[in-house]
């Protein structure tokens, strides 16, 4: 079909859609390292049955998505596995391709690289960050993090209290940062019932207390 990058998976010939169908699910695979995507694809969307623009569409893994601008769309295989008639077969089959060739744990050969850009089967079974982020990433968004919050003022069971300025002070000192902020926030003494899941947080450690300085007016 004019204008459409898709071939076929299993003859490798133009790719011909039926087009009563509901969509199709698709590989996507990176020549150059054999890196791969499998997700699926719908033809028409919405109530009034829009075309969705199937025939040039690259995925919807923004790891995917930074590999084609970068590599070149040309250094990228297009591949229709099979159509489906129905919303619930093609979701069915997404996630039986996906897990079939294991997209989350499998690893280029001879390498710890993940083999696919996927990050979650069936939109239940997601892979570790770390995983599919380069850890150079991680490391300098972590590095950045740790002078990233509001001062807080924080009140100990003894009276005494602290400033921390920094998230990196806070844990320094031991405490999780995480954690006074929602108290500060008073997410969790919102909590009036328990609930599976949830924790009711009023202290921390020796902590009783938890506030963000307002203006940046410390004591």
């Not at 005494?160 to 405490?175: L, P, Q």
């Amino acid at each position: 079909m004019s204008g459409s990058h898709w071939v076929d998976y299993h003859t490798k010939q133009i790719f011909e859609p039926n087009l009563n169908k509901f969509g199709f699910v698709y590989l996507i695979t990176n020549k150059k390292n054999k890196k791969g995507y499998v997700g699926c694809k719908q033809y028409l969307i919405g109530r009034t049955k829009k075309e969705s623009k199937w025939q040039t569409y690259m995925g919807s893994s923004k790891y995917l998505k930074e590999d084609i601008k970068k590599r070149g769309k040309e250094n990228f295989i297009f591949e229709v596995i099979a159509e489906y008639k129905n919303k619930r077969s093609l979701r069915y089959y997404e996630a039986y391709y996906q897990i079939k060739w294991n997209v989350l744990t499998a690893t280029i050969e001879g390498t710890d690289e993940p083999a696919f850009y996927n990050s979650y089967v069936g939109g239940k079974w997601y892979r570790p960050v770390e995983s599919y982020i380069d850890p150079e990433y991680i490391k300098n968004l972590t590095e950045s993090l740790k002078f990233r919050t509001k001062p807080m003022k924080c009140t100990k069971e003894n009276g005494e209290v602290v400033i921390f300025k920094k998230c990196k002070d806070m844990t320094d000192a031991g405490y999780d940062h995480g954690t006074l902020s929602h108290m500060a926030n008073g997410g969790y003494q919102k909590q009036t019932r328990m609930k599976k899941g949830y924790i009711s947080r009023t202290k921390h450690k020796d902590i009783v207390k938890a506030e963000y300085i307002i203006n940046d007016q410390q004591e």
